[in-house]
């Protein structure tokens, strides 16, 4: 089992910055890669960025050169930091783990970047 606790959302101005945090615990040792994902009511999930075990980093075309995912491994924390923020980046941001070939799932924060 791996615990996911997001914390970091919130309400920012177009143009503004957010950085979004997500503590593991639990297997912690058995996580493959993490990440995060969004959701807009109406719409699938999609992915926002994730790294894996190696370090690999991979960005929807939509954040790349704006977002940057990062991790602490002394503090099992994965990062998003979020600069030039658009409206149509708010969501529900959700942190993911992958552990084999199942995915846990934080409890998600809200993004909301007014106009």
């Known amino acids: 089992q791996v615990q996911l606790v997001e914390s970091g959302g919130g309400l920012v101005q177009a143009g503004g910055s957010l950085r979004l945090s997500c503590a593991a615990s639990?297997?912690?040792?058995?996580?493959?890669?993490m990440g995060w994902y969004r959701q807009v009511p109406g719409k699938q999930r999609e992915l926002v960025a994730a790294i894996t075990i190696g370090g690999i980093t991979n960005y929807a075309d939509s954040v790349k050169g704006r977002f940057t995912i990062s991790r602490d491994n002394a503090k099992n924390t994965v990062y998003l930091q979020m600069n030039s923020l658009k409206p149509e980046d708010t969501a529900v941001y959700y942190c993911?783990?992958?552990?084999?070939?199942?995915?846990?799932w934080g409890q998600g924060t809200q993004v909301t970047v007014s106009s």
């Open positions: 639990g297997s912690i040792r058995r996580i493959n890669a």
């Open positions: 993911n783990a992958g552990v084999g070939g199942y995915h846990y």
